[in-house]
């Protein structure tokens, strides 16, 4: 195929009827923490940052949202268990609203990923484990040093967590969202169950798959039934060990849990790409996503370093439904459009991706007319 005919095809760029979501385009925004939330309540600032972002037609999933007030264990990321913070995300999500855009708000607890400084009362961070972690997400074992050893939950203590998922979901569409991803990825709470290097339980919630399962399955299903299945996505990334929290059987347990999620009948899964075995280099593996793609009836997101022309090619073979831009898309806020002329790209400052200014590597990367 010529660099003309690939052009007029541009996978990316065909719509996609995503249940009731009628998407006009595959490039979505990825779920992504930009530490801006002050007091863990959405600011302002953010309506500017993703209403950037938004097309007419796009898909775009909100940063990890903290569910409780256990949930949190990073400055200034957002949550969405108080009034306040309900308030707070709702002039955000119109903003996106206006422009034609589908929002989810995406729903997290860091578990041990956290320290006491976060913590009710100066407690212990909860998990499934007492065991630390010992290397986060940024790779380094120096940068671990602050993380408390967490307080295993106590199998009566389970239900109150699943109950805190479901009433910030319920938050979460009250602030206007059309929909939730539960953030089951990345070694925080519901990775710490599902993953057997980090779950060491001996009740209903640790041992084998369909126990390590069991919790982050109930937090789906009490979600389900509050909000309906049409509204909730789940985003997991089993091949990944980021922040300690790896498996001995990977591909098992992504298909247990595409399959499981299946029966619930839920819109989307939303899976890292195997490759991505630090947050931001890619290695080549034998691993594909192909059998959990197999595995779950809905639609199929795949995230993990993707390019202009990966993104082109895995729409265009139906391993993937939708393509999940981090990155790309926090430097370059008319992404899609910048594709679709095959323009340059704005580069990713890393330096500024979690610090805390409103405006400075957040809403400040140019558009493509603006570009020098
Ligand atoms: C992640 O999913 O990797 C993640 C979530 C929340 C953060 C940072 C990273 O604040």
Redesign the pocket.
């Known amino acids: 195929m010529t660099e003309k005919e690939n052009e007029e095809v541009m996978p990316l760029l065909t719509p996609y009827n995503m249940g009731n979501f009628n998407l006009s385009h595959r490039i979505i925004l990825a779920?992504l923490?930009r530490?801006r939330s002050y007091n863990f309540v959405a600011q302002p600032h953010a309506a500017l940052y993703y209403s950037q972002r938004t097309t007419k037609g796009g898909f775009l999933i909100g940063?990890?949202s903290g569910v409780s007030e256990t949930a949190q264990?990073?400055p200034n990321?957002p949550g969405i268990w108080t009034r306040e913070q309900v308030e707070g995300w709702k002039p955000i999500v119109s903003a996106v609203h206006e422009k034609g855009g589908t929002f989810f708000c995406q729903l997290?607890h860091?578990g041990r990923v956290s320290d006491h400084s976060f913590q009710p009362d100066g407690q212990a961070p909860i998990s499934c484990t007492d065991k630390r972690i010992q290397k986060d997400?940024s790779n380094s074992a120096a940068a671990t040093n602050r993380y408390t050893p967490p307080r295993p939950l106590r199998t009566n203590e389970i239900p109150m967590i699943v109950n805190d998922f479901r009433i910030a979901a319920k938050n979460a569409i009250e602030a206007g969202f059309d929909g939730v991803e539960i953030?089951g990825?990345?070694?925080?709470l519901l990775d710490q169950f599902l993953k057997d290097k980090v779950n060491d339980r001996d009740d209903e919630y640790g041992g084998n798959i369909q126990n390590r399962c069991r919790f982050p399955l109930q937090v789906v299903k009490a979600i389900v039934d509050e909000i309906g299945a049409d509204k909730v996505g789940v985003?997991l990334s089993p091949f990944a060990d980021?922040?300690d929290c790896g498996d001995s059987d990977p591909q098992a347990l992504g298909i247990y849990m595409a399959q499981s999620l299946s029966q619930l009948g839920i819109l989307y899964c939303h899976v890292i790409e195997p490759r991505m075995v630090t947050?931001f280099q890619k290695f080549d593996t034998k691993w594909s996503l192909m059998p959990i793609r197999k595995a779950f009836n809905g639609t199929f997101i795949v995230a993990g370093g993707y390019n202009r022309s990966e993104g082109n090619q895995v729409i265009a073979s139906g391993d993937a439904d939708l393509v999940a831009y981090g990155r790309l898309f926090l430097a370059n806020p008319d992404l899609p459009t910048r594709f679709e002329v095959d323009a340059e790209l704005n580069e990713p400052d890393p330096n500024t991706f979690?610090t805390h200014d409103p405006v400075i590597g957040y809403t400040d990367y140019p558009f493509l007319q603006s570009a020098s």
Request: aromatic share 24%.
């Open positions: 779920p923490s530490s940063e990890a264990g990073y990321t997290w860091a997400i953030h990825a990345n070694g925080y985003r980021y922040n947050q979690y």
